[in-house]
């Protein structure tokens, strides 16, 4: 349980990844602010969170379990915290994944006016593309499906275009599950001063700047497209690209939390 001035903090899927590390940052903070109750749909996959962890496990971290999927799960989660307070709460093939996140993004934005008559701040965390478990399976099991309901065109894309594209930009923009964490945790000691936007990924100030640059879309959809499908083997090339396009400065540190 969080002590006196300490802030309560829940985060889901702790198992591995961003959820693990964003855990172990705020509980092994070292002026003791936070008591992080970290959360996972399965307690047997608690080894490498707890292992982590150290000394902090028992003390400004505990174990729950919490399958975001299912109502009463997150009902049991909620009721075994003491008095149900939490202050600080994680919400953790491209078209549908991305589809997923603008929804979540104007929800935010909605959802953060509302809250604002409750002197409850919103803010988001905006990460590119994240070096985790979860990524480099997903590729792993993609390579070695066969999509047979699918097209051939579809398929010879999805796989000697698209996936290649996408471990590219992995491996040349991609941050660790670290970087995040310290981006999360710059925003949760701003407090009700932090920007409700937050990109974590200095290098893709190039991308954002293209759908800004023109409110029509046109410039950033074109460039994607060329970039995919005309670039081909100089797709390496041109993410190495967009790294020197970017000023060292900004490499060594988060956009907008700063």
Not at 25 to 47: F, G, P, S
Not at 53 to 76: F, I, M, P
Not at 86 to 109: H, I, P
């Amino acid at each position: 349980m969080a002590n006196p001035g300490q802030k309560a903090v829940l985060i889901t899927g702790c198992s591995s990844g961003i959820g693990l590390r964003m855990a172990v940052m705020l509980a092994k903070d070292e002026k003791q602010r936070y008591h992080v109750i970290a959360t996972m749909r399965d307690l047997k996959r608690k080894d490498k969170l707890v292992e982590a962890a150290g000394d902090a496990y028992g003390k400004s971290l505990s174990l729950a379990v919490l399958d975001v999927c299912t109502d009463e799960s997150v009902k049991q989660c909620i009721d075994g915290i003491k008095d149900r307070h939490v202050d600080v709460l994680s919400v953790v093939f491209n078209d549908v994944y991305a589809a997923s996140k603008f929804a979540m993004e104007g929800f935010c934005e909605c959802l953060a006016v509302q809250l604002l008559k409750f002197n409850v701040t919103m803010s988001m965390i905006e990460p590119g593309p994240v070096h985790t478990e979860f990524e480099s399976k997903m590729i792993q099991d993609v390579r070695q499906k066969e999509f047979p309901g699918a097209d051939a065109d579809t398929v010879n894309y999805f796989k000697n275009v698209y996936l290649p594209s996408s471990v590219d930009i992995f491996e040349t923009l991609g941050q660790t599950p670290d970087d995040i964490a310290r981006c999360t945790k710059k925003v949760i000691e701003q407090g009700s001063s932090a920007r409700f936007r937050n990109l974590t990924n200095p290098l893709y100030t190039p991308i954002v700047a293209l759908k800004y640059a023109d409110e029509t879309g046109g410039l950033s959809v074109h460039a994607f497209y060329h970039m995919l499908f005309n670039l081909g083997p100089l797709m390496h090339v041109s993410m190495k690209a967009m790294q020197y396009l970017t000023c060292g400065c900004l490499r060594s540190r988060t956009i907008s939390p700063n």
